[in-house]
């Protein structure tokens, strides 16, 4: 990595772009949880590499893969001891690093989540989950303050405990539902969440278990001849638990039915699926089914949910760019580091590089505990960023957060993120689907022999036509921006200057209240 910067492969805890300056030791390239192993690789990867010099690296999806990475020496691509078969991977050569991921764009027919989702902002909901009587009340609540703020349109997000606790009582046999439940959160729309965990005293786990064939529902150890399988326990949110068996036509058509008829019961339009990545059997130490190594959960489960229709929402991806999924991206952290705010945006480029251009980023503001919680300006910087990707998120309401000039524009923001991003993430959706380019761009999409756009981090282009130039620094009003595209002309949105491309403005203002971008006009 001395000479050549290079993108691609896992998503890492501190994102960034490129990965020269990640730091991790040899372990399995497979997806998990950063929040339980910051250590280790996130939800969202590909056996993808690209290098600044136009060199791919493409390693086959049926060997087993450990990587190291040792910050801006190398990266290092190995068999685990023992596994006789040969590392088998392809190495090919392009002119250039844009021409190179040009030609890695061969995939199975792309399909498009529910664009509808695109210009409706999500707002998570934290009130009380005791009951399913609260939970309503909560709802409702939360929508009446909404509607108060001029905010009553989007998604209302219930999580998974809340979820839980109302499918314990709104479930009902389909057979005695004549027609899909009136929303929970009308006018706006509600989007439920669940996983493919089960915990032990559950009483869906228990039922499973006395229903015989209904035992082999779940991920179990393989077991000696003669004796009856045991299922693979694991945790789960601090609890133990069982995964569902991807393996078994029975459990997916049980849980997807499962889904659909709570999905009806609460009148959802969305469901979001938790715990989608990770290798269970890697974690135990066990050795997994063959069509369980690596990442084959997680490719197996998606293309299940997938079947659910356009507005499946899940928690990774891994092969499955092509489905008509939404991701949802990690948490980050409520402070200006590169595990929050800082991160988001290499985050960005690194999901579309590999394929992934409907992702839902974490809320505005970031959901882990940070240093400055319910600091204005970095959900300012925050909302700003978010504006311009596909989905706009909220977990901690404007109005609790900050004052009323943040509120007012917050309603600027969506209003913007309708009207101008939409229409652009929809006219380059078509251009994804016929040729596999990124939506998302990295300034080296316009640049691509120019070794000063190799390591922007802090910039993203929208197709070929929009720049986005955001504050990431604490307390800073001014920026260098660097203008891709030797030939071309920037015209900028908020004074109506006009740059020439290749070009760096140096120490260029940007108030708390705007956003530097630039719109391609030659």
């Known amino acids: 990595m001395a000479n050549v910067s290079w993108y691609g492969g896992p998503s890492i ?37 690209l290098g600044s010099t136009g060199v791919t690296v493409t390693v086959a999806p049926d060997v087993s893969l450990l990587l190291s990475l040792e910050s801006h020496q190398q990266f290092c691509l190995e ?5 006789a078969e040969p590392l088998h991977y392809q ?45 309503k009340r909560g709802l409702r609540s939360l929508v009446r303050r909404l509607k108060r703020h001029r905010l009553q349109e989007g998604v209302v997000a219930l999580g998974e405990r809340g979820t839980a606790v109302l499918a314990a009582t709104d479930l009902v046999p389909s057979g005695r539902r004549k027609r899909q439940a009136p929303a ?24 499973s278990l006395r229903g015989g064939e209904a035992a082999g529902y779940w991920l179990s150890r393989q077991p000696r001849p003669g004796a009856s399988s045991i299922p693979l326990l694991t945790t789960w949110k601090g609890q133990l638990c069982a995964r569902l068996n991807v393996t078994s036509e029975a459990a997916l058509g049980w849980y997807l039915a499962r889904a659909r008829d709570l999905r009806q019961a609460l009148g959802a339009t969305y469901v979001a699926f938790e715990g989608v990545e990770g290798n269970s059997f890697l974690e135990q130490d066990v050795p997994a089914p063959a069509e369980l190594e690596g990442d084959g959960y997680t490719e197996a489960l998606a293309a299940a949910l997938a079947t659910l229709g356009n507005g499946t929402i899940v928690s990774a991806g891994s092969r499955s ?85 943040v509120l007012n524009l917050t309603r600027q923001c969506i209003q913007r993120h309708r009207d101008f991003v939409v229409p652009l993430l929809l006219k380059y959706s078509e251009e994804w689907q016929s040729l596999g380019y990124p939506i998302f761009r990295p300034a080296w999409w316009l640049s691509p022999t120019d070794p000063a756009a ?47 491309g290749g070009t760096t403005l140096r120490n260029y203002s940007a108030s708390l209240a705007e956003v530097p971008v630039f719109v391609k006009t030659s």
């Open 91 to 135: 190495l090919c050569v392009s002119n250039n690093v844009a021409a190179a991921r040009r030609h890695t764009a061969s995939a199975p027919a792309r399909t498009l989540p529910d664009t509808a989702l695109l210009g409706s902002p999500i707002w998570r909901y934290h009130g009380p989950e005791g009951s399913a009587a609260k939970i």
């Open 13 to 49: 805890h501190a994102q960034r772009w490129p990965l020269n300056s990640a730091e991790s030791p040899a372990q399995p390239l497979v997806s998990g949880d950063l929040s339980a192993n910051p250590d280790g690789f996130g939800p969202l990867l590909e056996r993808f590499f």
């Open 79 to 83: 068999m685990p001891v023992g596994r």
């Open 184 to 207: 929970l959160v009308e006018p706006l729309e509600l989007s439920i969440t669940l996983s493919p965990y089960a915990g032990i005293a559950s009483p869906l786990f228990q039922r």
């Open 321 to 405: 760019s092509h489905l008509p999924l939404f991701v949802q991206m990690r948490p980050l952290r409520s402070d200006w580091s590169h595990a929050g705010l800082k991160g988001l945006i290499p985050s960005v480029l690194h999901y579309s590089l590999l394929g992934y251009n409907f992702f839902i980023p974490d809320a505005v503001g970031g959901s882990e505990a940070g240093a400055t919680p319910g600091d204005p300006e970095l959900f300012v910087r925050w909302l700003q960023i978010v504006t311009f990707l596909p989905v706009m998120a909220f977990g901690t309401p404007p109005w609790l957060c900050c004052d009323t000039w």
């Open 454 to 500: 190799f390591t922007i981090e802090d910039e993203f282009l929208i197709g070929d036509e929009v720049l986005v130039a955001p504050i990431t620094e604490k307390g800073q009003t001014w920026r260098d921006i660097y203008l891709p595209g030797e030939g071309h002309l920037w015209l900028d949105t908020n004074t109506a200057r006009v740059f020439d």
